[in-house]
């Protein structure tokens, strides 16, 4: 499960500023978390905002050359077979991952495709329209890593009570 904060609408003309992921298990205690120098000039003071740092703080964050990697050797040890991307709104985070993915280490771990959380649900559901977020233990609090873990709460929950099968290769 991953989820981003971003200083604005796109990869490349803006930054994706942190990120989070949460190994979907259990114990949900198998976690990364990235903070990232921005890439560009650019910025949205309201979508940075969202994130809780200032411009001047994201300015100091670790070097997306050497996060990336990071990350991608994270998936690498904690993944059986082929990682499976799922957020809360793959539209959004998916671009910025894909995009750092492919510009910071030449390709994406994850492949082509990605999963959104709320479209598991409302399969599950059959409807269209079906609320899940109050299935959240976890606080959203914009912190990447809490909201990943929130939303691995649900998928927890989907598997458990509601029958959707996660398989684990």
Request: proline residues 5%; hydrophobic residues 35%.
């Amino acid at each position: 499960m991953v989820d981003i904060e971003s200083d604005g609408p796109i990869p490349g003309d803006f930054s994706m500023i942190c990120f989070g992921a949460v190994l979907v298990n259990e114990e949900l205690d198998t976690t990364f978390y990235g903070k990232l120098k921005p890439v560009s000039e650019q910025f949205n003071p309201d979508a940075l905002a969202v994130s809780g740092f200032s411009r001047e703080e994201t300015m100091s964050f670790d070097d997306p050359e050497e996060v990336m990697p990071a990350f991608e050797q994270w998936i690498k040890e904690n993944s059986k077979g082929r990682p499976i991307f799922i957020s809360d709104n793959n539209g959004f985070d998916w671009m910025f991952i894909c995009w750092y993915f492919h510009h910071f280490t030449g390709k994406n771990p994850f492949g082509y495709s990605s999963r959104r959380l709320s479209d598991l649900y409302c399969g599950l559901e059959k409807d269209t329209f079906a609320q899940w977020k109050h299935l959240r233990k976890t606080e959203h609090t914009h912190n990447p890593v809490d909201d990943a873990r929130g939303n691995a709460e649900v998928l927890l929950h989907m598997k458990k009570e509601m029958g959707l099968k996660i398989v684990l290769k």
